[in-house]
């Protein structure tokens, strides 16, 4: 692609969710013309979008359907859970694919892309293998020792993945994974237990004519294989820092396109081992919302559209801590918004979510501070403050 600064453009978002809202505020901030495009109605991108399509991506009719339609410049998958190869299709018809057609279906799956860095990039990942069946996950699982980490192949923001500490435990592991499982694979891929200090996300950006430049390390904490809370910056060592830079840029570049990329990495007393990467904006960014000058979401609009990225300035140490539901409701409502908001350097974000689920996240904290430590107080703080009720 060559670098187009002619606006606006049409842009399709397969997926609707919080991360593709704040996209999608960040592209008509620039006067684009956004489809959001899920399977569900009143997403949270659907509510900010110019229109919106309910659809199974999982459909090459439906997307075909939708594409023909609205006749889209762009295409930017936001979930894993799409009929990947309709993609090339699109692309093959002069559609651009972000970050590639390629590069999305390498992505949607942990298998494809940890057997790229791995078996042909030579990169060093946790141990791995795969199981279709419970008698598979029970052999691999010795092979590879306990604890061990089992996770489905395709999933959303780290659903159904847990750590497994011995063969008792291999069942429900394995009921789980497949539980919370996207698309249509019964596949799960289970990991030898890396021991870290710090499990960190670098946001990667790859642009069409420009180099690959990267944000400050985030880190962050998961529980129940989604993330909790992340800060900017990671602290973390610079010849570590220098090295996920090294291992980020590799990938993607094996993996081609333009946009943001979410590289992770478990940081070892001695290592920088490869983990996941997800080619779009990440959850653990949302941090970015208030940390630095240009936010995940306008950076991945930039280099999609070809547009410039003079500089990524970390305004202050910050903190995000997700908002989470608690139980079933499809009427909801947020009380203590206004108390979280009190205390200076806080914002908050309502993702606008239809109906609610135990922890289902709803919604973010944000906070500046002083140092990181008083950042992420300051974010868990607000967001304990927040309750979601039921609207009765």
């Known amino acids: 692609m060559t670098n ?13 969710g919080e991360l593709g809202k704040e996209f999608v505020i960040a592209a008509q901030r620039l006067g684009n013309y956004v489809i959001a495009v899920d399977r569900y109605a009143n997403a949270p991108a659907m509510q900010v979008a110019d229109c919106s399509e309910v659809i199974s991506m999982l459909s090459a009719e439906d997307l075909e359907t939708v594409v023909s339609k609205h006749k889209p410049n762009f295409i930017i998958p936001e979930i894993e859970a799409i009929r ?3 993609l090339v299709e699109f692309e093959q018809r002069g ?6 057609a390629a590069a999305t279906n390498y ?8 057997e790229l860095a ?4 030579r990169i060093r990942t946790a141990k791995y293998g795969y199981a279709t069946t419970l008698e598979e996950l029970i052999a691999i699982s010795e092979e590879i020792g306990f604890p061990n980490v089992v996770k489905p192949v395709m999933s959303s923001s780290g659903k159904g993945q847990s750590v497994v500490q011995n063969q008792s435990e291999v069942e429900v592991a394995w009921n789980y994974a497949i539980a919370n499982s996207r698309g249509d694979t019964q596949k799960v891929i289970v990991e030898e237990f890396i021991d870290f200090e710090i499990e960190i996300t670098l946001l990667t950006i790859k642009q069409w004519n420009e180099p690959t430049i990267f944000c400050s390390p985030i880190g962050h904490r998961q529980e129940r294989g989604d993330y909790q809370e992340s800060w900017q910056p990671a602290g973390i060592a610079q010849q570590k820092i220098v090295q996920a830079q090294e291992i980020a840029k590799k990938v993607t570049d094996a993996l081609g396109g333009a946009g943001i990329f979410g590289v992770e990495f478990f940081i070892t007393k001695d290592e920088v081992i490869f983990s996941e990467l997800s080619p779009r904006p990440h959850d653990t960014g949302m941090v970015t919302l208030i940390s630095q000058n240009l936010n995940e ?6 280099a999609i559209l070809g ?13 995000s ?37 135990p922890y289902r996240r709803m919604g973010v904290a944000l906070a500046k501070g002083e140092n990181v430590q008083e950042a992420r107080e300051k974010a868990t703080k607000a967001a304990s403050k927040i309750q979601i009720i039921r609207n009765s």
Do not use: W
């Open 4 to 16: 187009s600064t002619k606006l606006p453009q049409k842009i399709m978002l397969l997926g609707s």
């Open 84 to 86: 990947t190869e309709k």
């Open 95 to 100: 559609i651009t694919v972000i970050p590639t």
């Open 107 to 114: 992505t949607m799956n942990r298998d494809r892309i940890r």
């Open 118 to 121: 791995h078996q042909e990039l």
């Open 297 to 302: 979401f306008e950076l991945h609009l930039r």
């Open 307 to 319: 547009l410039p990225i003079p500089n990524i300035d970390l305004l202050a140490p910050s903190a």
């Open 321 to 357: 801590a997700v908002i989470l539901a608690h139980e079933k409701s499809d009427a909801i409502v947020f009380t203590g918004v206004a108390d979280a908001l009190a205390e200076k350097d806080v914002d908050i974000r309502l993702f606008g979510k239809p109906s609610a689920h």
